[in-house]
């Protein structure tokens, strides 16, 4: 498995204002990923992170709202730009390991974010 | 558009009972399933892998996977109040290493 830490666990911010939301593991990954889930729902993939290029973003998501940064194999950020209520969510990081010669998936604590 | 299905629930079990929680996927070349476990206020947890049709038993769990009929799924057998949590699917489509969620399945164990 990894150890994942995030932070802040949890923030109340303003609207239209930027929060950035930090993920450590434990060891070195190549992958590292940044999931949004609302009240309710299951997880929505925002971007792929890879040290040493940059994001690739999903299908409904912009790097001008939601900057990525990688600057090791340990550490990433996730930056939510001019916050309005819509972007109140959880927000995860998760690594990829092998396990069995397979990758999986394993989260972060998640930061829970309130825009007001 | 990869999708993954799941009853959203509730699925209400009675303590020490067997609960079965049912996963279908869209694309034939996924090629790896997972099952995770959300409490509330929680991050998702992995629970159990399965690649291989058949069953795959890890104390009282047990993944089940058939490809050909594109289902997975995961018994919990003597559930406990302590089960009582978002079971969520997800699926490694195989070609780009992206995992696709299920929008989940809320058990309850009831003492």
């Known amino acids: 498995s990894a150890v994942i830490s995030q932070k802040p666990s949890r923030d109340i911010c303003q609207r239209g204002t930027s929060l950035t939301i930090q993920c450590q593991v434990d060891?070195?990954?190549?992958?590292m990923f940044w999931y949004r889930q609302q009240p309710g729902q299951s997880l929505t993939l925002i971007a792929t992170a890879n040290q040493g290029s940059e994001a690739t973003y999903e299908s409904g998501f912009v790097i001008d709202k939601f900057p990525i940064s990688r600057p090791n194999l340990t550490f990433s950020t996730l930056t939510v730009s001019n916050m309005s209520p819509e972007d109140s969510s959880i927000y995860l990081c998760?690594?990829?390991?092998?396990?069995?010669?397979?990758?999986?998936?394993?989260f972060g604590p998640g930061t829970r974010l309130l825009v007001l | 558009q990869k999708e993954v299905e799941q009853n959203s629930g509730p699925l209400s079990v009675p303590e020490g009972a067997i609960a079965s929680l049912n996963c279908t996927y869209s694309d034939r070349v996924s090629q790896s399933f997972f099952w995770y476990r959300q409490y509330s206020g929680k991050s998702p947890e992995l629970i159990m892998s399965i690649y291989s049709n058949g069953d795959k038993e890890d104390g009282r769990f047990t993944a089940q996977l058939n490809k050909a009929s594109q289902y997975v799924s995961l018994l919990i057998r003597d559930s406990q109040p302590s089960d009582s949590a978002t079971y969520l699917c997800?699926?490694?489509?195989?070609?780009?290493?992206?995992?696709?969620f299920g929008s989940g399945t809320k058990l309850n164990v009831k003492p």
């Open positions: 997800a699926v490694n489509d195989g070609i780009f290493n992206k995992f696709y």
């Open positions: 998760s690594v990829e390991r092998s396990d069995d010669f397979q990758e999986t998936q394993y």
């Open positions: 060891s070195q990954v190549t992958m």
